[in-house]
């Protein structure tokens, strides 16, 4: 299939890094399936999806069985951005990602929820009003941290107070570790023109963050046209209503794919994330220098964390967000070892249970 098939349309709706269709298990999944052809999740919505089959063609598929099974992880079943194939309007296969970003689901059981796939660029959003969180930004970006794609710290409402260098010098720790910061005016598309280096042809972007921080409207204005409904946030605290109801797929005219997101009011880790990566590699490299391995970073002597808090160096609630996080993402991470073991164990019993069953000719009487 991937020799015959052409891939060429699919270019512009973000087709995979070069090589990907010649790597193992995509040929795996075109062999197991040689009349199907692939396509990208662009909508998904609790009863289904629609996927994109050519840069024109949009349609509402099916999917396989076994994801509809109460049991199936949920980060196996198929996310906005992702690649899958068709047969007919039924997805047959889910193409290995490149990149995502999850989240650990709501509930005591544990579950990972995916928030996009196959993503280039994050930008976390976040409006310049009482929207304006940086410990929530953090926790964006360790999420963001351990999935593969870029972050950028998206400040909107630019246009609305004046304190936008303010805001941008408060999180000078992220700038210094190379993580691009920008306030924007969402509206104007000149002020939202800085975002063009993420938004190359072929690129996927999604937007994350708070109801009401503006991606709506960020979204119209790099579409060009009012497409995604907007809403006014409540004076108290800049909070808005959930004016996107679903996640979606859209190309931009300048060639690149944006994925508009509804608000996210929970962001647990999944426990597969990296603190280094998620925005606190400056904090995780003093930790290192600390006199005693064990440090706590609160009281002890020799503490290398607190002598850069006591320098100026480290924002003391940072660092309370930090301890906080890296808390949350161990915890996170024994839950997941703990659902691996027994996934394995069921896959083991399964295996025992196919390989002991009486056969017609042996079962007892």
């Given amino acids: 299939m991937t020799e015959t098939f052409d891939f060429t349309p699919l270019r512009g709706m973000g087709w995979p890094w070069p090589g990907a269709p010649e790597e193992p298990s995509w040929q795996a999944a075109f062999a197991a399936h040689p009349q199907a052809r692939p396509g990208r999740v662009i909508e998904q919505h609790r009863s289904g999806y629609v996927v994109a089959d050519a840069p024109d063609n949009s349609l509402k598929t099916e999917s ?100 936008s260098e303010d805001a941008l010098a408060v999180l000078e720790e992220l700038a210094v570790q190379n993580i691009p910061l920008l306030a924007v005016n969402g509206k104007d598309a000149d002020s939202v023109s800085a975002l063009a280096p993420w938004l190359q042809p072929g690129h996927t972007v999604v937007l994350v963050g708070s109801s009401g921080a503006g991606k709506s409207t960020l979204t119209n204005t790099l579409l060009g046209e009012d497409r995604m409904k907007t809403g006014e946030v409540r004076g108290s605290d800049s909070r808005g209503r959930h004016t996107t109801t679903h996640r979606a797929l859209m190309p931009l005219p300048g060639g690149a794919c944006l994925i508009d997101t509804p608000g996210m009011r929970e962001l647990k880790p999944t426990g597969e994330e990296t603190l280094a990566e998620g925005g606190f590699a400056d904090i995780e490299a003093l930790t290192e220098q600390c006199k005693f391995r064990d440090c706590s970073h609160q009281h002890e002597p020799g503490c290398a964390v607190q002598e850069a808090i006591e320098r100026g160096d480290i924002d003391e609630s940072r660092l309370q967000n930090y301890l906080k996080l890296r808390e949350e993402v161990a915890i996170a991470a024994a839950k997941l070892a703990q659902r691996q073991a027994e996934q394995s164990n069921e896959r083991r019993n399964v295996g025992r249970g196919a390989q002991w069953r009486p056969t017609g000719k042996n079962k007892r009487r």
């Fill in 64 to 163: 396989p069985p076994e994801w509809q099974r109460p049991r199936f992880p949920s980060h196996e079943r198929a996310a906005v951005g992702d690649w899958v194939l068709l047969e007919g309007k039924r997805i047959v296969a889910l193409l290995p990602r490149r990149t995502s970003i999850k989240r650990g689901a709501a509930g005591e059981h544990y579950h990972q929820q995916v928030i996009a796939a196959n993503i280039d660029t994050v930008f976390i959003v976040c409006g310049l009003d009482a929207d304006f969180n940086p410990r929530r930004i953090e926790r964006y970006l360790l999420l963001v941290g351990g999935g593969g794609a870029a972050p950028v710290v998206v400040l909107t409402k630019a246009d609305q107070t004046e304190y």
